[in-house]
């Protein structure tokens, strides 16, 4: 698609139920980021896939959190359990590679608002 | 401990005024500051400065950063209801991917015609 799309853009959920947010980033793009976005809060880094490398994961807040990305293409992001902390928005970014020659340029999806009750 | 701290968290300007947003920030190794807009949702890029001193500009826009002071400024010249949105500040370090950028907490512009 033209840019980085996510679904579903609105989920509300009751605690303790699992979610799964979608992202399709731009196509050619090797590099996908998730961020989440709380109230009055600046983004906070997740995860991020790069080509066919093992994940950095070291920003995902705990084991409830999973992500994975098939085909090198469209990627998900589980939350197990779902806490009302985990209310937030979730946002996907791509990139067309790593390293500084494109750097800044993270193509942001409009995101997930999660809400859990 | 944020590591990037922006102020003023919120602005409010009638338009043609002219904003100064501000950016410090405090990361190991800093390699670039960049700058994003955010509207309703999907933040877009607007600067990435790596050396002191050199005015980055783009229309009304323009950036600058001191890395003595650990600091940037956005400057919007004449701004426009359109110039109404979130501004965010994101550090990056020599030692991160690509993709683990230290943002601050935003300023909301508010512009008033």
């Known amino acids: 698609g033209a840019g980085v799309s996510q679904s579903p853009s609105n989920k509300v959920t009751e605690k303790g139920k699992d979610v799964e947010l979608r992202c399709d980033p731009i196509?050619?793009?090797?590099?996908l980021y998730w961020y989440r976005q709380s109230l009055g809060q600046g983004l906070e880094f997740l995860i991020y896939f790069q080509g066919n490398s093992a994940p950095d994961k070291s920003g995902l807040p705990s084991d409830r959190f999973s992500a994975e990305r098939t085909g090198g293409s469209v990627s998900t992001l589980t939350i197990q359990r779902t806490q009302q902390e985990d209310s937030a928005v979730y946002l996907c970014a791509s990139s067309l590679a790593k390293g500084w020659g494109r750097t800044g340029e993270l193509f942001f999806g409009e995101g997930s608002r999660l809400t859990v009750l | 401990e944020d590591k990037v701290v922006q102020s003023p968290l919120s602005l409010v300007v009638h338009e043609g005024d002219t904003v100064t947003l501000n950016c410090s920030y405090e990361v190991t190794n800093f390699r670039s500051l960049l700058w994003y807009k955010q509207e309703k949702k999907a933040p877009t890029f607007l600067f990435m400065l790596t050396s002191s001193g050199i005015e980055k500009k783009s229309g009304r826009l323009s950036s600058i950063l001191d890395k003595k002071e650990l600091f940037s400024i956005l400057n919007i010249t004449a701004t426009q209801t359109g110039d109404s949105a979130v501004y965010l500040c994101?550090?990056?370090?020599?030692?991160?991917?690509?993709?683990?950028?230290?943002f601050g907490r935003g300023t909301q512009l508010t512009v008033w015609p």
């Open positions: 994101a550090a990056a370090d020599r030692g991160s991917t690509l993709g683990r950028l230290y």
């Open positions: 196509s050619g793009h090797t590099a």
